[in-house]
Structure formats: structure tokens, C-alpha cells
Nanobody
Framework: QVQLVESGGGAVQPGGSLRLSCAASRSIFRLYAMGWYRQAPGKQRELVATLNSGGSTNYADSVKGRFTIARDNAKNTVELQMNSLKPEDTAVYYC???????????WGQGTQVTVSS
């Protein structure tokens, strides 16, 4: 069992930056992957970025070059640095932990990110 708590969301102007943090209730060292997802009003939840235990990353095309995911095993946290934010980045951002075997996913409650003038 893993409990996840997101923080760092807020309101920024286009072109601004935010850094989201996901704190886990236990060690994330042995988890298969950690990731960030987002859901905008009226849209499906979508993958933003993932980072597996081997250090491999995966980013949505829409955020490549602007967002960076990183893990701190000592602090049991996963960060999402978001730069050059656009209005279309507005969404609730969720942290996810994936464990194997068996496959099991854990989700945080989400943190709101709003990008507007």
C-alpha cells in the first residue's frame, strides 16, 4: 500500500513555471514506476510524464522540452518541473505509483494547475 500526496499547484501566467511534488508514504525505491497524469475539464485523464525504477522517462508530446520528471529516493518524492506553461496545461495533476508483481496502481488526490492571463 502506498499513499501519495501532491503539492505545488497554483495559478500562473502563460510562460511561467511551477514545480509539483508527490510525497509517498513509503520507499519508492522498489516501485516499478512513478508518474504524473492530468485531467482537464471535460477531458480524459492523460499521461504527462513517467519515470521507472531504471531511470527511463517518458513524456507526452505536448510537454516534451518543457516538463521534467525527477525522483528523490531518499525523500520518497517525485517532482515535476513545469516551464513555459501554456493555457492548455490547465488541469488537475495527479501523481501515480505503479507496482509489480502483481500490477497495482496508486493515485494521489490531485493538485490544481491553472495557466491564464
Amino acid at each position: 500500500q502506498v499513499q501519495l500526496v501532491e503539492s505545488g499547484g497554483g495559478a500562473v501566467q502563460p510562460g511561467g513555471s511551477l514545480r509539483l511534488s508527490c510525497a509517498a508514504s513509503r520507499s519508492i525505491f522498489r516501485l516499478y514506476a512513478m508518474g504524473w497524469y492530468r485531467q482537464a475539464p471535460g477531458k480524459q485523464r492523460e499521461l504527462v510524464a513517467t519515470l521507472n525504477s531504471g531511470g527511463s522517462t517518458n513524456y507526452a508530446d505536448s510537454v516534451k522540452g518543457r516538463f521534467t520528471i525527477a525522483r528523490d529516493n531518499a525523500k520518497n518524492t517525485v517532482e515535476l518541473q513545469m516551464n513555459s506553461l501554456k493555457p492548455e496545461d490547465t488541469a488537475v495533476y495527479y501523481c501515480k505509483a505503479e507496482d509489480r508483481l502483481p500490477r497495482r496502481d496508486y493515485w494521489g488526490q490531485g493538485t490544481q494547475v491553472t495557466v491564464s492571463s
